[in-house]
């Protein structure tokens, strides 16, 4: 399968911890930036009207009409799928989704086009990482943990299983060493192994524990981890692999799914339904999903942009961040879409959390850090109601946050505390 074109970018565990990766480009850098962070991958999404009803006849279709050879993830049963494993297919088949891949060459696609069979083409998007803000690595903060009130909880997650979709884990993280841990890259030719830092940290906030000298920085401390590598070693992905993912998480019995990814989106423009059926199918499963609303705002300068792709799905939560005075984090994105809203808020300025070694921990800003928070609340909340349905733990959810003086475009029903 024709690999996606993804550019490159320095990697965040090499930035200076005063250097901030969020901030305002120079106008001679704008041209770079813009040819370094494709919007697309140069593949194709394909998704099929009636969903999977449709997807035998339409790869006859493919098959028969276009010369291709099609893959179906029906096909993975005893393993996860990775494109690694289909390096001859033309597409690949989300049979539980009713979508699929297309890696053909731009003729044969505008052939598609030109087709009216019961389905539309999208480009495929490259998710990136959300540019988070280095902070001051000596100041150990976990302020976090006190503002959701998880430090007060009875509940610690145990035994329920959490996915999170990142750059990987640094499995040989000595502060998770005795953790029930299932780990599966998606990047083809990549280990699961955290080369960015990004995944590492996350998966610290929403299900780590304390370090030597006892500080907490984890909300479900006793959750099951999954860790599921979506992006690159320089944090960046195609959004097949955020499918698959997806899709993994949901058919391993994750309760609750952390995405700290995504894709810029602007004013008017409609969530992306590839991300939606996967949401759906996973609610189907009992998985239920959170994701960062994105950090492309700067409010200082009065600039805003709406709620990033996926978690301007309907059905995934997304997440804002707020700083330790409990206001709107500056570049925290705001509700200006239709369907683009946030759900909730939670910590993400100066989050201290787990990092690859030898580094061990390091303190980050971002939505990226607001919403592992969350997924650890969803956690103690499975814990506590085993039975509950995932729209039953999102009403709790809910119903839990706290009031805040912020807008709802900004903050949602508020700030997410642990039950």
Known sequence: MKPPILGKKTLLR????????????????????????PLYTGRHLLILQEGNKDVVRTTKLLETKWGFLVANTADFVTEPMCESKIKDADALFYNELGVALVAADDEKVKLLHDVHAGYIIEPEKVVYVPDDIPADTTVASTWGIKAIQADESVYTGAGIKVAVLDTGFDTNHPDFKERSLTAYSFVPDETVGDLHGHGTHCIGIACGSSGPQ??????????????GKVMNN????????????????????????????????????????????????ALSKGTL??????NDSKRSENQFSPVSSPADCPSI???????????????SN???????????????????????????????SGTSMATPHVAGVIALLCEKFPDATPAMIG?????LTSSLPSPAEDVGAGLSTAP
Not at 21 to 37: D, I, Q, W
Not at 289 to 294: D, E, L, P, R
Request: glycine share 10%; aromatic share 10%.
């Open 317 to 331: 939560l997304a997440v804002g961040a707020v700083n330790s005075a409990l206001q709107v984090a500056d570049f």
């Open 214 to 227: 006892g500080i907490r920085y984890g909300v479900a401390p006793e959750a099951w981890i999954y860790a």
């Open 289 to 294: 999903i959170v994701a960062a609303a994105g």
């Open 395 to 399: 009403q709790e959810l809910i119903r």
């Open 234 to 281: 320089e944090g960046r992905g195609a959004q097949a692999w955020i499918l698959d993912g997806m899709t993994w998480a949901a058919n391993n019995g994750c309760r609750v799914l952390s995405m700290s990814l995504g894709s810029k989106v602007l004013p008017g423009q409609g969530y992306d339904m590839a991300y939606e059926r996967a949401a759906r199918y």
């Open 334 to 364: 705001r509700a200006l879409n239709e369907n683009g809203l946030v759900d909730l808020a939670a910590p993400g300025v100066a989050v201290y959390s787990s990092w690859p070694m030898p580094v061990r921990y390091r303190t980050l």
């Open 14 to 37: 090499n930035y200076p911890v005063t250097e901030s990766s969020s901030g305002e480009l120079p106008h001679e850098a704008f041209v770079k930036e813009a040819e370094e962070n």
